[in-house]
């Protein structure tokens, strides 16, 4: 079973507005990850915020994290056509495992 | 850089084959993990290993082997490629970190086709 899902699962939006991508899981974590993915290409991680974060900024990204709701958001703000992705929540576990949701395919329409 | 290297980008295997895919890190981790990577069912487990010789099954581990003799390099093993192992597979790796931990590091990816 999945232990992320990423809502929604596809995402068009213009460019210069707001994107914003949600993930729950299961289980409890040590951090949860974000990381983007280019058509063809390797994950790139974006950011990482941990249990006892609640919210984390880097540059265009803002996510954030509720743990009593096991979920976390990822805002992307003032998109560009660039930002066209899949995007990937990841959750490590306090066994170590890093678990996948299936992604939020973004497209960014110039 | 942390680099996190798959020893093939593309694979053409036929079914039956035993298929041997490779990921070395040279970032001293301990965590090493294997993914498959499919449309619409995002990244799922299929082992990871956190010791030398050590491994745990992930989502998906059905049809698949893993090997860990060095704590650099993980190794994939299809011990009878069928056509539904036609996929993309990611290697990845990380520290153990207690509480928190660190983000994992990913290889390029290797697309196996099975025919």
């Known amino acids: 079973s999945q232990q992320g899902e990423e809502d929604p699962q596809a995402l068009s939006i213009q460019e210069g507005e707001n994107a914003t991508m949600n993930c729950s899981y299961k289980?409890?974590?040590?951090?949860l990850q974000w990381y983007r993915q280019n058509s063809g290409r390797g994950l790139v991680h974006l950011i990482l915020?941990?249990?006892?974060?609640r919210e984390k900024h880097s540059g265009r990204l803002r996510v954030t994290l509720d743990t009593s709701k096991k979920s976390s958001s990822l805002l992307i703000t003032a998109s560009r056509a660039a930002d066209t992705a899949s995007y990937f929540c990841?959750?490590?576990?306090?066994?170590?495992?890093?678990?996948f949701g299936p992604g939020t395919s973004l497209s960014v329409i110039p | 850089d942390v680099k996190v290297t798959q020893s093939s980008r593309y694979l053409v295997k036929r079914t039956g084959e035993k298929v041997f895919l490779e990921c070395v890190q040279d970032?001293?981790?301990?965590?090493m993990f294997w993914y498959r990577q499919d449309p619409g069912l995002g990244l799922r487990l299929i082992y990871f290993s956190y010791d030398v010789k050590m491994k745990e099954k992930g989502d998906i581990p059905e049809g698949y082997s893993v090997s860990r003799e060095k704590k650099e390099r993980f190794s994939l093993i299809l011990e009878s490629a069928s056509t539904n192992q036609t996929s993309m597979y990611l290697c990845?790796?990380?520290?153990?970190f207690g509480q928190g931990g660190t983000e994992a590091f990913f290889g390029q990816g290797t697309r196996l086709t099975v025919v």
């Open positions: 990841a959750t490590k576990t306090s066994y170590d495992k890093v678990i």
């Open positions: 915020i941990r249990s006892n974060e």
């Open positions: 990845a790796s990380s520290f153990i």
């Open positions: 970032m001293d981790h301990e965590n």
């Open positions: 289980t409890s974590i040590n951090n």
